[in-house]
């Protein structure tokens, strides 16, 4: 069992910036990559990032490149999602989840693990 805690979530204003914090824990040697995902109210769970253990290589969906971006620490096991220009269409729950194997990233079917989510809110 791999167990993900997300933490940094908040209100902030349109063109701020906020800083997301996903730690792992148990048996994270199974895990391959870890990814961030959002949920706003009516509307499905969309891809938002993703980064691989082993040989780093990071991936964006396309509505947070160049806004957004994801970073690890080995460490601490633990996975970042810096958020910056946000726009109040940023405004989601955002899901921590970690994956085994490599590959379809952006694929929400593929994570195996997922966290309790953590609320953030852009206002304009």
């Known amino acids: 069992q791999v167990q993900l805690v997300e933490s940094g979530g908040g209100l902030v204003q349109a063109g701020g910036s906020l800083r997301l914090s996903c730690a792992a824990s148990?048996?994270?040697?199974?895990?391959?990559?870890m990814g961030w995902f959002r949920q706003a109210p009516g509307k499905e769970r969309e891809f938002v990032a993703a980064i691989r253990w082993g040989i780093v290589s990071t991936y964006y969906g396309d509505s947070v490149k160049g806004r957004f971006t994801i970073s690890r620490d080995n460490a601490k096991n633990t996975i970042y999602l810096q958020m910056n220009s946000l726009k109040p269409d940023d405004t989601a729950v955002y899901y921590c989840?970690?994956?085994?194997?490599?590959?379809?990233?952006?694929?929400?079917?593929?994570?195996?693990?997922w966290g309790q989510g953590t609320q953030v809110t852009v206002s304009s």
């Open positions: 989840a970690a994956k085994r194997g490599y590959g379809d990233y952006e694929i929400e079917a593929r994570y195996f693990y």
């Open positions: 148990g048996r994270t040697f199974s895990m391959n990559a």
